[in-house]
């Protein structure tokens, strides 16, 4: 546990919060407490509740947040489980208990840097109701024995308003500097809960069909990238996969005008897989993954790169077949 908490008393706890800050966890006794703390360091003007949604955890992680909870019983509230529901419904049962007319989200591995993030958040989302969403730029981070900086500074995009052409390109807002509008988790769609782990790019695309995106020009939380996570270790193949699955199911939710572009995006993601099943040797897997980069429409979208992906798997195959390989198919 870390050092007492000062008590924060702008924030009239028991008063109807104005933002929820929802902090999903599970096994994370090691990280809590401060993530709980880059919350409770917060200087705002108005109130604020933390709502930690645990996944059915095995270690500490419940008794850390209990613990907070008897400390700040007006301000944190803790929900437990008697079974694991997984990551997804975690995380919107999460937002279903949020009062607050914001929510704020954290998972319990990171945490912010920044007192004044909710401050700056709440001020840009209440002066402009068409804003969606705001984030902000993070810190890369790693934690553990050897504490490290992978990247200073994430995304790349240039900061200010992003609509739903930039959102389909990439999932651009790191989880711990979102804020969004209390409300929006009710349109997602039901595919939500079937495609582990995108728990959040489907919430910012469905934010982008009725507004913007805000991206402010701070850095304001680290975001870490931890080396037990059930999803972090699986690699970049793992990823692209899991990006075209993502556009198989979107376009039911995005405007006709949008589509085009997902088939396009999904192609450039078929040519990713191809081109690493080509460097595991997996040359017959490669072959028709980049001619899945053609069968995603439009057909002349990105066609130069397809023709060149789908010639080198071909190549690659002819050469392996000549010296005696197998079919891995």
Known sequence: ????LKETSIWAPGSVPLVSVAITSFNAEKWLAQALDSVLEQQTTFPVEIVVADDCSKDDTVAIAKAYQARYPLIVRVL????????????????????????????????????????????????????????????WVTRGSN????????PTLT???????????????????????????????????????????????????????????????????????AFWGEGTLFWHKLNVEFYNRVEDIIPQGFHRSVR?????????????????GDFVGSRKVAIDAFRSPAVMDNVESKVKS????????????MTGGKSRS
């Open 159 to 229: 900061p200010g308003r992003h609509g739903m052409a930039a959102i389909l390109r990439s999932n651009f807002l790191p989880s711990p500097s979102v804020m969004f509008r209390n409300g929006l988790q009710r349109q997602l769609p039901e595919w939500y809960f079937e495609v582990p782990p995108l728990t959040d790019w489907p919430l910012y695309v469905v934010a982008a069909c009725s507004g913007d995106i805000l991206l402010i020009d701070r850095i304001m939380a680290d975001y870490t990238l931890n080396p037990t996570s």
């Open 264 to 280: 396009a995006e999904k192609g450039k993601r078929y040519e990713e897989i191809a081109y690493i099943l080509r460097k595991k």
């Open 80 to 139: 437990e489980r008697s079974e694991n529901v997984g990551t997804q419904r975690n995380y919107y049962d999460a937002f279903e208990q949020c009062r607050g007319k914001f929510i704020a989200w954290l998972d319990a591995d990171d945490y912010w840097t920044d007192p004044a993030k909710l401050a700056i958040q709440v001020d840009a989302l209440e002066k402009d109701p068409t804003i969606m969403v705001c984030g902000h730029f993070v810190r």
């Open 310 to 321: 789908l010639l080198a798997s071909l190549l690659r195959e002819m050469q392996w077949r």
């Open 1 to 4: 546990m870390t050092a007492p």
């Open 147 to 154: 504490d490290e900086v992978k990247r200073e500074r994430y």
